[in-house]
C-alpha cells in the first residue's frame, strides 16, 4: 500500500559538452526527455499490473547518488540495482549503489539485473 517513487538521475558527462563548454538547454531537455520516455515505459508494465500502488517516475538532471541518498531522506526502503557481474574478484557495485549504501537514512536494497 505504498507509494512508489521511481528516480532516474542523470548528469551528462563531459563529452556532452556540459563541462567545460555549457550544452544548449535543449539538447539536454531532449536527453532527458527520452531518458524520461523509457522510464516510463519500463515502470508501465508494473503499474498496470499493480494499480492500487501510486507510482511517481521521474527522470532528473542530477548526480544519481546525490539524488538517490536525498529521496532516501523520506523513504522507508530505497532500492537501487546493479549490474550482475561474471567475475569473481572486485566489487561487484557500482559508484552510484557503493554512494547510497554509505549515505543513505533509509534502509536499502540492493537488486541484481543483467
Not at 501510486?54 to 538517490?68: F, G, H, I, T, W
Given at each position: ?24 538547454a ?44 536525498r ?44
Open positions: 500500500g505504498a507509494p512508489l517513487t521511481v528516480l532516474h538521475g542523470w548528469e551528462p558527462p563531459p563529452v556532452y559538452g556540459a563541462r567545460p563548454l555549457p550544452l544548449a535543449t539538447a539536454l531537455e531532449d536527453v532527458l526527455g527520452e531518458r524520461a520516455a523509457l522510464l516510463k515505459q519500463a515502470v508501465e508494465p508494473w503499474a498496470e499490473r499493480y494499480p492500487e500502488v501510486a507510482v511517481d517516475a521521474r527522470a532528473v538532471l542530477e548526480q544519481p547518488a546525490v539524488l538517490l541518498t529521496a532516501a531522506a523520506e523513504a522507508r526502503l530505497l532500492v537501487v540495482g546493479r549490474r550482475a557481474r561474471a567475475a569473481r574478484l572486485g566489487t561487484h557495485i557500482g559508484p552510484v549503489t557503493h554512494g547510497v549504501m554509505h549515505h543513505a537514512s533509509a534502509p536499502v536494497a540492493v537488486v541484481p539485473h543483467p
